[in-house]
Nanobody
Framework: QVQLVESGGGLVQDGGSLTVTCAAS????????MGWFRQAPGKEREFVAAISWGGRSTYYGDSVKGRFTISKDNARNTVSLQMNSLRPEDTAVYLCVADPMVRELAHPVYDYWGRGTQVTVSS
């Protein structure tokens, strides 16, 4: 089993920046890739970004390309999502995910999910 705990969410103004972080624990040696999804009220869950466990490959959803950056700290088993040029439509609960299966970064299925951290962008 893998446990994921998100942190760093909060309130930020339109155009601002924020970084959310996910700490992985448990059987982290089994993880092949990690990423972020987001869930806004009344909307479908949306893929945000993914990164290979070694950190060499990344993949982004169209709505965040060029604004968000996913990175990994292998020594601390953490994955961070730096979010720049935030917009009100980025408001959502951001969920960390991890997957032990060898799948492409774009694959939508993940085995492990965190509980999420709230990001609110005010206009």
């Amino acid at each position: 089993q893998v446990q994921l705990v998100e942190s760093g969410g909060g309130l930020v103004q339109d155009g601002g920046s924020l970084t959310v972080t996910c700490a992985a624990s448990g059987r982290t040696s089994n993880i092949y890739r990690m990423g972020w999804f987001r869930q806004a009220p009344g909307k479908e869950r949306e893929f945000v970004a993914a990164i290979s466990w070694g950190g060499r490959s990344t993949y982004y959803g169209d709505s965040v390309k060029g604004r968000f950056t996913i990175s990994k700290d292998n020594a601390r088993n953490t994955v961070s999502l730096q979010m720049n040029s935030l917009r009100p439509e980025d408001t959502a609960v951001y969920l960390c995910v991890a997957d032990p299966m060898v799948r492409e970064l774009a694959h939508p299925v993940y085995d492990y999910w965190g509980r999420g951290t709230q990001v609110t962008v005010s206009s």
